[in-house]
């Protein structure tokens, strides 16, 4: 049974990687703005 000493990382929001770059996949760390990439979709 978890309690708040357990180091569990809780998430309020999540962005899956796209890009490939992520130190923290499958989640998006941010790392996509400084490698350039672009999604095709112009967003
Ligand atoms: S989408 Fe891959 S690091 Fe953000």
Avoid at 31 to 36: E, L, R
Wanted: charged share 25%; with cysteine; glycine share 12%.
């Amino acid at each position: 049974m978890l309690d708040n000493t357990d180091a569990v990382e809780r998430r309020t929001a999540t962005a899956l990687c796209r890009s490939g770059a992520s130190a923290d996949k499958p989640f998006c760390d941010g790392t996509h703005v400084s490698v350039g990439f672009e999604n095709g979709d112009g967003v």
